[in-house]
């Protein structure tokens, strides 16, 4: 009832594989006209394989102008794998440089990435650069 009060209409749950600690898989969401994606990323160390699935699957729930549509992502503790998402799909989508992203989602949230994830996120920033840089 909450994710209806709240206009939630998409979920993204990087949790998908914490069925034992986190019971919200696709299931869970049936029958409430919610779009679901579900990562297994709460056991891999290699975020990054996620980075532009996840990016789309936001994007795509964003890109109408007018759009009402809300993502809810989420993790187990929501402090590190759900953030780190998010900042991929800001640098990909809205093109911010990793710091930038960084300094976005702290102004409204607590985040804590593992520093491996950060090392992901330097690793996007530079291809994204790179990549930008080509077209000029």
């Not at 759900?82 to 710091?99: C, G, K, N, Q, R």
């Not at 976005?104 to 990549?131: C, S």
Request: overall charge negative; glycine content about 4%; charged content about 20%.
């Amino acid at each position: 009832m909450k994710m209806k009060e709240l206009g939630i209409t998409h979920i993204l749950n990087a949790a998908e594989d914490s069925s034992e600690t986190v019971n919200t898989g696709a299931r869970y969401y049936r029958g409430m006209n919610i779009t679901y994606c579900g990562l297994p990323t709460t056991h891999s160390s290699n975020i990054s394989q996620y980075f532009l699935s996840a990016a789309e699957f936001i994007h795509k729930a964003k890109k109408k102008v007018f759009s009402t549509d809300k993502v809810f992502i989420h993790c187990t503790e929501g402090v590190s794998y759900a953030p780190t998402l998010f900042l991929a799909y800001l640098m990909i989508h809205h093109y911010m440089t990793v710091e930038d992203a960084i300094d976005h989602l702290t102004e409204v949230r607590y985040i804590k990435p593992d520093i491996d994830f950060l090392k992901q996120l330097e690793i996007l920033n530079e291809e994204l650069v790179h990549k930008n840089n080509s077209w000029i």
